[in-house]
C-alpha cells in the first residue's frame, strides 16, 4: 500500500484564491512527522511547512497552513491568496519511527498547481 | 550561504560508463541522503548515511554505491551505467531527526543525468 498518496495529478487555481491540496497517509507508527516540498520549474526542493503527529494544532508558516485530520490520516495544504509564484510541483512526505535511522522521509507523487490570473 | 551543493548539475553518459556525483554541505548535519526522481513517482531514496563513514541501502538501491569519508561530503557512484538509471538526483542532508521530530531534509538542487 502507498505510504504517501496524493490524489490530485495537477490543480488550478486563480490569483488570489485559496487552495487545497490533497495528502492522505499510511503508517501504523504513533510518533511520525508529516512534511510539504514545493519544487517550481527550477528544479529544487523548498521545505514549507512541517505537522508532528502530537501536535494538537494545524501548523502554519505564513500562507501556508496544514488541515491535520489525524484519524482520517490526511494532511492537507492550504495556500491563501495564490500568487503567480505558487505555480510548481507539491510534495507531500512523511517521517515514521522511533529513533535509530528512521530520518528517512517517504514521498507522495507530487501535485502540480497552476495559478491562473 | 551554500547549504547543499550537488555537482555536476547535468550529465551525459552512455551505457556501461561509470561516474560519480559529488554532495557537499556545510551545515554540519549528521545525517545525508540520495534520491533519485523520476515523472510520476515522486523521489525514491537511493542511499543514506547517519554519519562518516557509515551507509545504509534505501528504497532503489541497486547499481548504486556510496561513501561518506567525510562528514560534510557524500558520493553517489554509478559502476555501469544503464538507461533505467536516467533520473534528477537529489542529495538532502538534515540534523538527526525521529519520529516527530521537526528537522528538516535540506536538498541540493539536482543533477540531471541521462544514460544513452
Known amino acids: 500500500a502507498q505510504k504517501i498518496t496524493q490524489t490530485q495529478p495537477g490543480m488550478f487555481v486563480q490569483e488570489k484564491e485559496a487552495v487545497t491540496l490533497d495528502c492522505t497517509y499510511d503508517?501504523?507508527?504513533?510518533?511520525?512527522?508529516l512534511f510539504w516540498y514545493k519544487q517550481p520549474s527550477s528544479g529544487e526542493m523548498i521545505f514549507l511547512i512541517y505537522?508532528?503527529?502530537?501536535?494538537?494544532q494545524n501548523a502554519t508558516e505564513g500562507r501556508y497552513s496544514l488541515n491535520f485530520q489525524k484519524a482520517r490520516k490526511s494532511a492537507n495544504l492550504v495556500i491563501s491568496a495564490s500568487q503567480l509564484g505558487d505555480s510548481a510541483m507539491y510534495f507531500c512526505?512523511?517521517?515514521?519511527?522511533?529513533?535509530?535511522?528512521?530520518?528517512?522521509?517517504?514521498f507522495g507523487t507530487g501535485t502540480r498547481l497552476q495559478v491562473t490570473l | 550561504n551554500a547549504g547543499v551543493t550537488q555537482t555536476p548539475k547535468f550529465r551525459v553518459l552512455k551505457t556501461g560508463q561509470s561516474m560519480t556525483l559529488l554532495c557537499a554541505q556545510d551545515?554540519?548535519?549528521?545525517?545525508m541522503y540520495w534520491y533519485r526522481q523520476d515523472p510520476g513517482m515522486g523521489l525514491r531514496l537511493i542511499h543514506y548515511?547517519?554519519?562518516?563513514?557509515?551507509?545504509a541501502k534505501g528504497e532503489v538501491p541497486d547499481g548504486y554505491n556510496v561513501s561518506r569519508l567525510k562528514k560534510q561530503n557524500f558520493l553517489l557512484g554509478l559502476e555501469s551505467a544503464a538507461p533505467s538509471q536516467t533520473s534528477v538526483y537529489f542529495c538532502?542532508?538534515?540534523?538527526?531527526?525521529?519520529?516527530?521530530?521537526?528537522?528538516?531534509?535540506?536538498f541540493g538542487d539536482g543533477t540531471r543525468l541521462s544514460i544513452l
Open positions: 551545515m554540519n548535519h549528521e545525517y
Open positions: 505537522q508532528g503527529s502530537y501536535d494538537e
Open positions: 503508517t501504523s507508527d504513533q510518533s511520525y512527522g
Open positions: 548515511s547517519v554519519g562518516e563513514g557509515t551507509t
Open positions: 538532502a542532508s538534515s540534523y538527526p531527526g525521529f519520529g516527530v521530530s521537526n528537522q528538516p531534509q535540506h
Open positions: 512526505a512523511m517521517r515514521e519511527g522511533q529513533g535509530g535511522t528512521a530520518s528517512k522521509l517517504t
